[in-house]
């Protein structure tokens, strides 16, 4: 059997195999993050055939002062719950597990979208150029948003989704309180690794507490800022073993401050070189998305010890049919 077909079993996580379709934004919801038929179709599309082995949702927001953009799905309330019971039926009926990312966006947020005030680890803009100056969080402001993360968490579960992933990267919120770029705190929320990801930790423990024991917590990890002065493999891998140790079942490894990106890097598995750092200090399994557009770069990706999961995300935005055909094409290998 190859090696993305391989299915995965770790813990409360049971995965046919080792394709994933990671989060992409669609703002298919409506204005205010509410269920839409565009939505439910596009999801449809994107999971029918059962070739997937994970979904993980578009990031969608926890509190209308974390929204990113308009169309967003949100989470953020009990009344979004029977929308994605609809949409877990989808992705069940397709034969695929399902994971829903939840966020809260931070400085990266606008206060023209979001008509409230835009707060942030510190009183600094957006690298993304996005947003505006933000206004540092107080601590019962962090308490507020930690509760709001497990609040989320709690619907996911309701919804019927089958994990739940934490946003930690792309220079959103929690992205911002892990980079010394974005975190310029003296409290207990900055300074070294161990402050950075405070906020993290706690995030954590919260959803933990919401969702119970055996359902699962992943978890994105912008493991490298890729600009001068931001973090590093140190800092990721360091964080990634506290985030083993607070009961993190799934790291799905990523990077960029300033969006999905490496710099002068396009090739199959570009972040390939923090997903193996990362790895290499945890026992759980690790997601790997970036350039993948062959069933046999995932292959060589995962032989090589890159990562426990390939994540596929442009090719199959690009063409819905694409992981059927991997799929049907690495079961039935050319004759020679």
């Known amino acids: 059997m190859s090696y993305l077909l391989e299915p995965l079993s770790h813990g409360k996580l049971h995965l046919k195999n080792r394709l994933v379709m990671p989060p992409m934004a669609t703002a298919k919801a409506d204005a205010e993050g509410a269920m839409t038929g565009d939505l439910l ?38 009344g979004t719950i029977e929308g994605w019971r609809r949409m877990t039926d989808v992705f069940h009926r397709n034969g695929s597990k399902a994971v829903m990312q939840i966020n809260h966006s931070g400085g990266a947020c606008s206060s023209e979208t979001t008509g409230l005030e835009v707060v942030a680890p510190s009183n600094v803009p957006s690298p993304s150029g996005r947003g505006e100056t933000p206004r540092p969080l107080t601590h019962s402001e962090i308490d507020t948003i930690v509760g709001q993360f497990a609040a989320a968490a709690r619907r996911v579960k309701e919804a019927g989704f089958d994990g739940v992933e934490i946003h930690g990267a792309h220079g959103y919120l929690l992205n911002q309180f892990f980079s010394p770029l974005t975190n310029k705190r003296t409290d207990e929320y900055g300074g070294d690794v161990s402050g950075r990801i405070r906020m993290h930790l706690e995030v954590i423990a919260a959803v933990r507490s919401a969702v119970g024991e055996e359902f699962p917590i992943l978890l994105r990890l912008g493991a490298r800022d890729y600009v001068e002065g931001g973090t590093g493999i140190q800092d990721s891998t360091a964080a990634a073993i506290a985030f083993e140790g607070a009961g993190v079942d799934i790291l ?49 990706l995962l032989a090589d010890g890159k990562a426990d999961l390939i994540g596929v995300g442009r090719a199959i935005l690009k063409d819905s049919g694409w992981a059927l055909r991997a799929v049907r094409s690495l079961e039935s290998p050319p004759q020679a």
């Open 41 to 78: 179709a596009y999801y449809d599309e994107k999971s029918r055939g059962g070739a997937l082995g994970l979904v993980i949702t578009e990031h969608c927001y926890i509190t209308k002062q974390g929204m990113n953009r308009s169309g967003q799905p949100s989470i953020a309330d009990d």
């Open 252 to 300: 799905d490894v990523t990077g960029g401050l300033t969006g999905y990106v490496r710099p002068g890097h396009d090739e199959p598995g570009y972040f390939a070189e923090l997903s193996e750092a990362v790895k290499s200090v945890v026992s759980i399994p690790v997601i790997l998305t970036g350039g993948v557009t062959e069933p046999e770069q995932a292959e060589r």
